[in-house]
DNA sequence: TTGAAAGCGTTACCAT
DNA sequence: ATGGTAACGCTTTCAA
């Protein structure tokens, strides 16, 4: 193993000016910086990570910035465990992870999170990372954005990306996951040449893409019309009941119904209700406890999923790696878009 | 942080003693032993894995004894890149990684492997740990595991299993495989109540299995009949016009085929030559690069991929720590069974 | 601009 | 059976 003794050795310097080069701290005469870095490159030098780690102790704090886990379905506490997980593979004692919570429905929530996390006005340190969800509107992510900007903090966002910023992301392309929707569609209908997307709750950009792909796929595939159902605000019944009302005026030309987001279980009481007798397969998203009961049960017939866990365990793998070993982090991490069946169903529950 | 120095000073007893408990190296008295591990508990320490690894200095040497790369249509070249990425990842400098390739039709090359590892006769040491792809006869396989238990080598098993041991395996459950194939079969048949499963080479516990389980399937879900073809030997023409004549012998209700390893391609020359009217779809397994290549030309219709990429990594990854770390291995971790259609397989390249 | 030396937490060895 | 201490490779501080 090559060391900085060995580099300063064949430079002919002290230990002092090889760490100076290597970490760009100026105060080195140009023909010594070069006669070090010729060392470094010919030795091949590379640093050991655990004496450096050990030298510095220093403690990163990396801050997480994710939704209620109890909201959404409970979807949130999967990209969350993919976190604890990779922080503990990991277990390094110099990273210290903090978690705020914010309630996505609620901007000024998410406002206040950030407020508190960057200490706005008061002098304890900002994080020296930051996973977030950006699951808000395109305003509060301006305000994100600017403070991770201003401060300069390594930011990792999963889920949605940071709109307007190359921050990293790690996260599904929500328009292969429509398309890929609209061909199950086509192969599990049985009859019926319309098809319908549905969207429960409120606008959300990553969830407009899915169904505007899903369309878009439908149009090139088959010449059967295509619904989009978007209901903003309700209750659980009144989602129900303008369902119903709206599939029963598609008719019997309807084959199959995309469900954007989790609750296909409304969509699959509001079918029940209506009661047509061909059987009308219903393409669910994100594979949450009560999907899977959804699937399992026939109540549903498909559901993709965009491996919510291993958002979570490579987003924070990536950060940490960064903060602690210096390596570069990936601009995108795309998921692949899975597709989950009754009898594939089980291979993925241990994940 | 607790350090040692922490324990140590709160047992009264010095570091030396400290590290005597931690390690069980014994020499230490009952009572000074129950005290430094009270103090262990009380303040709840954790070992610092940076300045032991520093400290030890010592280099963990793996093997990874798999297949030719080049070999099954370059399918090995995917977990040995895993395996890379798993190692490049923990960068640590106290690894060491050896690769022995071995030609698994050829079980007289797989044994001299394994001399040459274990160093039979010799005395130069034994990696610390082995990575292994046993995919070679029942025999072989007891030849290595004797191999294993007698110098007992932290041993991962991935792919297949290492029979008759429980030394931890990374790879997919062949029956779920087989299952999902005959879903997929159900699914995208075009009329035709039979269905094939195709298996070429020689015979392989693992295949069998997913054949096996194929066949079950259909059976449950159908009443049309299911044959078996398992071609042994022979060249690329020789199995291309045996499964032409054994296709034609099926005739007219043939639904789907179901080709359990890769060279899909054979497969759909046949089905070509044959020219039945009605499309007969292919559901092949494993995302080879001509597999991908059949699936975006339409000449294939799905593929059943088993993360081949990820196999590696976890194997390594978890071996690594199990080494380095000290963390306990898992007995399995069973990959999901994934499907991959035309309109998802571009989220699947990067991988 | 450069060098020397202390210290990070752990292990291993030698002396008691 | 126990304590003391050098060493691992790197960073940081202080002096020159």
């Known amino acids: 193993m090559i060391t900085v003794k060995d580099i300063a050795r064949r430079a002919g310097v002290s230990l002092g000016t090889v760490d100076r080069v290597l970490h760009n701290r100026g105060k080195v005469a140009p023909d010594t910086e070069a006669r070090v870095r010729e060392a470094i490159h010919e030795l091949s030098y590379t640093p050991n990570v655990h004496a450096r780690n050990l030298s510095h102790g220093r403690v990163f704090v990396i801050e997480v910035l994710i939704p209620h886990l109890q909201s959404d379905g409970g979807y949130w506490a999967e990209p969350y465990r993919g976190m604890q997980r990779a922080f503990a593979r990991l277990n390094m004692n ?46 509060s992510q301006r305000v994100l954005a600017e403070r991770i900007a201003q401060r300069n903090i390594a930011s990792v966002a999963f889920d949605s990306r940071l709109h307007g ?125 009560q999907n899977a009961q959804l699937l399992r049960e026939g109540r549903i017939d498909a559901i993709i999923s965009q491996r919510p866990e291993t958002q979570g365990y490579e987003a924070a793998h990536m950060l940490a790696r960064h903060l602690a070993f210096g390596t570069d982090m990936d601009a995108e991490v795309l998921m692949p878009v899975e597709i989950v069946l009754p009898e594939n169903m089980d291979s993925f529950q241990s994940e």
Not at 181 to 197: E, F, N, P, Q, T
Not at 260 to 287: E, F, V
């Open 94 to 139: 110099n990273l210290e992870v903090r978690t705020s919570f914010f309630n996505r429905y609620n901007e000024q929530s998410f406002v206040d999170c950030l407020d508190s996390i960057f200490n706005v006005g008061g002098d304890a340190p900002a994080p020296d990372g930051l996973l977030v969800a950006p699951v808000v509107s395109v305003e």
């Open 165 to 289: 910023t190359d921050i990293p992301f790690v996260g599904q392309d929500p328009r292969q996951g429509g398309r890929v929707a609209g061909r199950l569609a086509k192969l599990m209908r049985d009859g019926g040449s319309s098809v319908a997307s549905v969207t429960l709750g409120r606008v959300d950009l990553h969830l407009l893409e899915r169904a505007n792909a899903f369309r878009e796929y439908w149009a090139e595939i088959s010449s059967g019309d295509i619904y989009d159902l978007s209901l903003l605000d309700g209750s659980e019944e009144e989602y129900r009941d303008e369902l119903v009302t709206r599939l029963q005026e598609i008719g019997a030309d309807l084959g199959a119904v995309f469900m954007t987001n989790a609750s296909a279980d409304l969509l699959a009481q509001a079918l029940a209700i209506i009661g047509i007798r061909r059987h009308i397969p219903i393409i669910g998203y994100d594979l949450l406890a």
